[in-house]
């Protein structure tokens, strides 16, 4: 199993941490989403939008289920992100792997989630208190 990630978890300090192991990885897009702010929150919400929409991000390959339900836990399956399926485009060709859908499309906001301004401000808060929390 894949996962297509486009947020938080491109960061390998982020990944390590919360999988507890590294993984074959490689740069992806996805086609028909967006990736939006969150207010109050440094990471993002990726949400469907026109066919014209791509999201750049990474792919990481073979997960295991519990690796995928350590996932679920951290990306708060099913309160506030979904487990969906998606095909990605990668430099070898399409691959078909889950990612995490926000489920509420009416509080995110219209600004564009920028992964260089989390990177530079908003990374070591991320790991200093959001991954903490989920440990």
Partial sequence: MHLFTYGSLMYPQV???V???????RPATLAGYSRHQLPGEVHPAMIPSGPDSTIDGILYEDLTSDELARL?????EGIDYKRITVTV???SGEVDAFTYM???PDR???VPWDPAEFANAGLQH??????RQRE
């Fill in 19 to 25: 999988m507890q192991r590294s993984h074959s990885s």
């Fill in 108 to 110: 995110v906001s219209a």
């Fill in 72 to 76: 679920d836990r951290f990306e708060d």
């Fill in 15 to 17: 990944w390590s941490r």
């Fill in 102 to 104: 926000y489920m509420h």
């Fill in 89 to 91: 485009e990668t430099a």
């Fill in 126 to 131: 991320f790991l200093n208190n959001y991954v």
